[in-house]
């Protein structure tokens, strides 16, 4: 089984390959029909090779594929153990669903098949970041998955928002990408080996806590690029620009959950670096917070969903600064299942409405859509984290983690808990003001249900959200056994005994009612005149993009310039040119001695000629 | 029999004087006359090492070199009379064209 | 012998050096004739006796005639300009050709024939038989060459000789 591994990603690429090039000619829906089957077939795959992990009797096994840069003694080789195999059934499972979804949101673009075609790229890029049992081959999908990312945020193009989005997207994630290649050398430097078996094995002994440090903090803000943490996060509400489906793709299921599976996959190099450990989990918290404080404010509500993203994965990167490993994939799950499903169901809202994304222009479409609805609202109360629903149980586990951690972390708990109230109060005013309350809309719109091709997968989707927490319970760690042997005995924090875990879960549950509570009381009425103060500001992003746009990017491009007109053509043309210049005047000087008259001429000849006899006799030595 | 070595010596003497006769002379055909001495010397030096070295074929050499002459000389002074005869001058730097 | 050589050498250089010097072109073609006779000389001190005949027959007879006829035809009776326009031409002309001379003067009298040869003669006798067994025997692809050498030489002449009178004259150039 092992050994055909490789059709994981095999699978997907061919259908990216078809579909790129021949897009346009295979068209409706035919392109849609063979990307989503393409994927299918792939979980399907990847569900059948995971049986032996379920059932314990699988060992984690590399392929290797062939040799790929023997200088270095870089395999490109695959991995397939639990923690891998959790990735792929999330890229596979959520992908299909956003695939069929997606054929029928993005009925009428005239670059239908192409579409299919960047996200087939998407999927296969992502596998191979998942299945890779290098860090070279890993970084491979990980800078694939940021093409696929840049292709998708600006596959409208000719809108100039988005191709500005798209370009924003890539540069920000090079930096990242920048930290994350330096670390890559470190490692090689350390242990003369990218594999990640030879890595881990010789980890403890080779080095140094300096080192550790070293290297851990520069895939960190690899991992900060790509997950979109402070500071590099402000590329993600932008990248609402591109279609629905993409968003829920690559936004908030998969591409940018890439940071955590990394962490999680180098767990052994961080458990040496408990500084780095704490950055990790001061950054998550920070983020967390800090986004759900933009959340509340937003107008569009794909944006809402954006900041709530940053802010979820800010939960998943503190639990890994608190050696909560299993709890930041299980969270990394079910924010899977909801956030995807809200990003979907956000997009039929906008798909009836026309195009509508203005909170304000929309209320009272429960009575219009109603298995919409109801499946938003299974996503909404995960999110918010209402018990028994998904999203409770991995929060839950995330903040008992952190309170569990003891003295610092106890501050970021708290940090946290205030950003799970902003959590709850900014996603029930999303629902409020969509599907709540009187209809806001102009009557021409005349919004209707989604087609069930767009409704199916939400409700698969709901169904997983809503029962998806049974993995890992704290009466039954179901995951965390399964990702043991994934995690190479790193120990991980445990929740506390009860009854403090009891407490904790009923704070956690109390500060959630609150957030609902508080938004409901806001919003259920009518719509408040949120301008202003706060609400300005977190429209703008509290202006950080300006910000970065006068002391980041204004001095790139001032150099970009001075580089152009300075160094280009003063100094290189100048060499260029001047060589030229040298060359025409030394012939010009030269040319003095082409006097025209032939006696002249035969004196330099001849002036030569005793030069060679005068040279030949000396050689000879006859002198 | 003399050292053909002295021969030699005299023919590098006439060589070098027809050498300057070319260089300094502006008249074209005593320009000519001074390469046809060159020649004649080199003529000399062939015979002469001939005649050291126990060959025939310095002599042979030399008949070579004086058919080339005649053959140099004939063309020569046509493309002379070609060139001058359009001028009232026999002047070599006069055809100066080329300069620069 | 030795008389013989040194009167005849300086009578060749004599006759170079009124070549070279004279004023008249048909005093300088004498002068070149009594070299090229006194070069024949040489040629018969040193039993060339073939290639003397040719060289009279040819260079002396054949060869200055032509000169004389050309000098006749052009510039005889004009009187050449002396003074010298080209700078430096006279003293860098007579340093480099003193220096050739004294160059191969002095490396040449270290050793003028350095070794002899495998196919060395005692007595080298350079009469018509020996030389046509040479010139017609090995060198006679060399010799078949020189016809053609010859045959074009003479179109050449004569397409030259006829070329001018078509054009109309060229414009007499200014020096610079």
């Not at chain 1, 809402?304 to 909560?324: D, E, H, R």
């Not at chain 1, 259920?524 to 301008?531: A, G, I, K, M, V």
């Not at chain 3, 073609?29 to 003397?52: E, K, N, P, R």
Request: aromatic residues 10%; hydrophobic residues 60%.
């Amino acid at each position: 089984m092992i050994d055909a591994l490789w059709v994981l990603i095999a699978l997907p690429l061919i259908g990216a390959a078809t579909l790129i090039i021949f897009g346009k000619r295979i068209g409706e829906p035919w392109s849609g029909w063979l990307a989503s089957a393409l994927v299918g077939i792939a979980f399907v795959f990847a569900a059948v090779a995971s049986v032996p992990l379920f059932t314990g009797s699988g060992e984690p096994e590399t392929l290797d594929l062939f040799r790929w840069i023997p200088v270095v003694g870089v395999e490109a080789s695959l991995l397939w153990d639990p923690l891998a195999a959790m990735m792929t059934l999330i890229v596979t499972g959520v992908g299909f669903l956003i695939h069929v979804y997606a054929t029928g949101y993005m009925d009428g673009d005239d670059r239908f098949g192409t579409f299919f075609g960047y996200l087939n790229l998407f999927v296969a890029s992502m596998l191979i970041l998942v299945l890779a049992a290098n860090f070279v081959v890993m970084f491979v999908g990980w800078e694939l998955v940021g093409l696929s990312s840049y292709l998708l945020i600006s596959f409208w193009f000719a809108r100039p928002a988005a191709a500005a989005a798209g370009k924003k997207a890539f540069i920000v994630n090079r930096i990242g990408d920048y930290g994350f290649l330096v670390g890559l050398m470190l490692i090689f430097a350390a242990f003369g080996t990218f594999e990640f078996a030879a890595v881990f094995a010789s980890a403890p002994a080779v080095l140094t806590t300096g080192m550790a440090t070293a290297i851990t903090l520069l895939l960190f803000v690899g991992a900060v690029g790509k997950s979109a943490q402070i500071p590099l996060y402000v590329w993600l509400p932008d990248a609402m620009e591109g279609p629905t489906p993409v968003s829920a793709l690559i936004h908030a299921a998969t591409m940018v959950t890439a940071g955590i599976y990394m962490i999680a996959r180098t767990a052994v190099l961080f458990d040496l670096a408990p500084a780095t450990l704490v950055v990790v989990a001061t950054v998550g918290a920070a983020t967390a917070l800090f986004a759900a404080t933009l959340a509340v404010g937003q107008r569009d509500i794909k944006r809402v969903l954006a900041y709530s993203t940053i802010s979820q994965l800010g939960f998943m990167v503190m639990a890994l600064g608190v050696t909560a490993y299993t709890a930041a994939m299980f969270h990394l799950m079910t924010h899977a299942f909801f956030k995807a499903l809200l990003f979907l169901g956000a997009g039929a809202v906008i798909h009836a409405l026309g195009g509508e994304q203005d909170l304000r222009k929309m209320g009272g479409l429960r009575k219009v859509m109603p298995i919409t609805f109801w499946t938003m609202v299974v996503a909404w109360l995960a999110l918010a984290g209402v018990v028994p629903l998904s999203g409770f149980w991995s929060k839950d586990e995330i903040l008992a983690a952190a309170f569990a951690h003891g003295s610092y972390f106890v501050l970021l708990w708290a940090i946290a808990v205030a950003a799970a109230l902003l959590t709850a109060f900014y996603i029930t005013r999303l629902m409020i003001l969509t599907f709540g309350g009187e209809e806001r809309w102009p009557d021409a719109a005349d919004p209707h249900e989604a087609p069930p091709i767009m409704t199916a997968p939400l409700v698969i989707l709901a169904v997983l959200a809503a029962i998806g927490g049974v993995s890992n319970t704290p009466f039954r760690l179901g995951l965390e056994h399964f990702l043991e042997t994934s995690l190479h005995g790193v120990s991980q924090q445990q929740a506390p005994e009860a009854p403090v875990v009891g407490i904790l879960a009923l704070v956690a549950l109390s500060v959630t009612i609150a957030g609902i509570l508080g938004a409901w009381l806001r919003y259920r009425r009518s719509l408040p005149e949120d301008e202003g103060g706060y609400w300005a500001a977190a429209v703008d992003g509290y202006g950080i993009d300006d910000w970065y746009g006068r002391f980041v990017v204004a001095p790139g491009k001032a150099a970009a310039t001075w580089t152009a007109t300075v160094l280009d053509q003063r100094v290189i043309d100048g060499m260029v040119n001047g060589v030229g210049r040298g060359v025409r005047s030394l012939g010009e000087s030269m040319s003095d001695a082409q006097t025209g008259w032939v006696r002249w001429y035969g004196l330099v000849m001849l002036a030569g000629t005793v030069g060679v006899v005068l040279l030949l006799v000396l050689i000879q030595g006859l002198l | 029999m003399i050292d053909p070595g002295w021969y030699m010596a005299l023919a590098a003497v006439l060589f070098a004087i027809g050498a300057a006769g070319v260089l300094v002379r502006r008249n074209a055909l005593v320009m000519f006359m001074s390469i046809e001495l060159m020649l004649n010397s080199v003529n000399l030096t062939f015979v002469s090492a001939g005649t050291g070295l126990g060959l025939i074929e310095g002599q042979v050499a030399a008949l070579f070199v004086v058919v080339v002459a005649a053959a140099e000389v004939t063309v020569g002074l046509a493309i002379l009379i070609a060139v001058f005869r359009g001028r009232a001058t026999a002047d070599v730097d006069k055809l100066a064209a080329l300069k620069g | 012998m030795t008389v013989v050589f040194f009167l005849f050498a300086g009578v060749a250089i004599a006759g170079a050096l009124v070549m070279v010097l004279a004023r008249n072109p048909v005093h300088s073609a004498i002068g070149l004739l009594t070299t090229m006779f006194s070069i024949a000389v040489f040629y018969v001190l040193q039993d060339a006796h073939f290639v003397a005949a040719i060289q009279v027959l040819v260079y002396a007879g054949a060869v200055m005639t032509l000169f004389l006829f050309v000098i006749m035809l052009i510039g005889v009776d004009k009187s050449e300009d002396r003074t010298e326009r080209i700078p430096y031409q006279r003293p860098l002309a007579i340093i480099v050709t003193g220096g050739l001379a004294a160059v191969i003067l002095i490396a040449g009298s270290q050793a003028w024939i350095t070794a002899s040869s495998p196919f060395a003669v005692d007595e080298l006798n350079g009469t018509i038989e020996v030389v046509a067994d040479a010139l017609f025997g090995t060198w006679v692809m060399a010799f078949l060459s020189t016809i053609f050498l010859l045959t074009i030489a003479a179109v050449g002449a004569i397409a030259l000789a006829h070329y001018p009178e078509t054009r109309s004259p060229r414009p007499e150039r200014e020096v610079p």
